[in-house]
């Protein structure tokens, strides 16, 4: 099995419409749908923010996107972090935090690095080295919790 996703990372002026329409639809797919939160996605912040998707024979198959220190956090973040359920299984969250990381590291070096992440992947996130941060806390009914990852 093939776990290289084509990549491109891109700021919100460098993304095409075809490929600003795939993200949003994927994060309303998983984000809306799939995870029932009834939530504006379109926040403000893409605008400010690099866009790292991978893709699999030109579908979407993960996305995040790298905001930068003082929009959501004093730190750089990482946010909007998403598998297709067409992709699940396949090793496209490892691989799509691994490239987030290194490309945060490119635009801001070996820098703490934030996440607002869901509960339930805290485990997920720790193996990349992201440690709570912050108490719990509901997000569109979801058991959210900050993470930082320290400078590695």
Request: proline fraction near 3%; hydrophobic fraction near 35%; include cysteine.
């Amino acid at each position: 099995m093939n776990y290289q996703l084509d990549w491109r990372f891109q700021t919100f002026d460098e993304l095409t419409t075809i490929e600003l329409y795939g993200i949003l639809r994927l994060r309303s797919e998983v984000f809306v749908l799939e995870q029932r939160c009834c939530f504006l996605d379109m926040d403000n912040k893409d605008q400010l923010s690099h866009h790292l998707s991978g893709y699999r024979d030109g579908e979407l198959m993960a996305f995040s996107r790298i905001v930068p220190p003082g929009v959501s956090y004093e730190y750089p973040a990482i946010g909007r972090i998403v598998v297709s359920p067409r992709g699940r299984g396949a090793g496209y969250g490892i691989e799509l935090l691994n490239a987030s990381i290194q490309k945060l590291e490119e635009l801001y070096g070996k820098v703490p690095i934030r996440i607002g992440a869901q509960l339930y992947l805290k485990r997920f996130y720790e193996s990349f080295g992201f440690r709570q941060s912050s108490e719990i806390y509901l997000e569109d009914d979801i058991e959210h919790i900050e993470m930082t990852r320290a400078i590695q």
